[in-house]
T-cell receptor, first 117, second 115 residues
Framework: DAGVIQSPRHEVTEMGQEVTLRCKPI?????LFWYRQTMMRGLELLIY????????DSGMPEDRFSAKMPNASFSTLKIQPSEPRDSAVYFC???????????????FGEGSRLTVL | AQKITQTQPGMFVQEKEAVTLDCTYD???????LFWYKQPSSGEMIFLIY??????QNATEGRYSLNFQKARKSANLVISASQLGDSAMYFC????????????FGTGTSLTVIP
């Protein structure tokens, strides 16, 4: 079974450039999450979607960050313009909301490691 | 307010021994779920085990078990018969049923298994 697929796996770019990270959730999952992981701040939730609708974007650092989910099988996280402090591993995760029954665990992609020079 | 606390930044265990990774949580909700994830050096996040707040028995998955003490608000992960491949970061997380999709993650514990 295909898991959460992220691309690119690695991205090196220069400050000021636009960066687009892509995610394909597990088929049938109705919630999608974008996390950022750094040594200093750990795992931070940036935004999550439920049924393709953004529900909570309070974790998005600033206006340079934007995320879209045009359909149930695709999401993007865009940083424009990028800055060195954006360097991190960005994870996409999806889950099937199950109500109160069952774990409904998050399934993570392998992450996109972003380096902004 | 921090909802998940992992107080052990790093732990060492001898191969074949058991190890307990601590996790405490903070919530006044009655319905919630607790999760443990493993992150090896390769970077992926792997789901290990889940405990629901209403589950009366401690969850077990192979060599993993969750020592759930509700009154103490602790959900410690026990790994039995440690293997070299268990060396990784381990994250505890909580999801409140009423808030649906919000997962709260701890800061993680780095486990090193010594041969």
């Amino acid at each position: 079974d295909a898991g959460v697929i992220q691309s690119p796996r690695h991205e090196v770019t220069e400050m000021g450039q636009e960066v687009t990270l892509r995610c394909k959730p597990i088929s049938g999952h109705n919630s999608l999450f974008w996390y950022r992981q750094t040594m200093m701040r750990g795992l931070e939730l940036l935004i999550y979607f439920n049924n393709n609708v953004p529900i909570d974007d309070s974790g998005m650092p600033e206006d340079r960050f934007s995320a879209k989910m045009p359909n149930a099988s695709f999401s993007t996280l865009k940083i424009q313009p990028s800055e060195p402090r954006d360097s991190a591993v960005y994870f996409c995760a999806s889950r099937l909301t199950t109500g109160w029954k069952g774990p409904g665990e998050l399934f993570f992609g392998e992450g996109s490691r972003l380096t902004v020079l | 307010a921090q909802k998940i606390t992992q107080t052990q930044p790093g732990m060492f265990v001898q191969e074949k021994e058991a190890v307990t990774l601590d996790c405490t949580y903070d919530t006044s909700d009655q319905s919630y779920g607790l999760f443990w994830y493993k992150q090896p050096s390769s970077g992926e996040m792997i789901f290990l085990i889940y405990q629901g707040s209403y589950d009366e028995q401690n969850a077990t998955e192979g060599r993993y078990s969750l020592n759930f003490q509700k009154a103490r608000k602790s959900a410690n992960l026990v790994i039995s018969a440690s293997q070299l491949g268990d060396s990784a970061m381990y994250f505890c997380a909580m999801r409140l049923t009423n808030t649906g999709n919000q997962f709260y993650f701890g800061t993680g514990t780095s486990l090193t298994v010594i041969p």
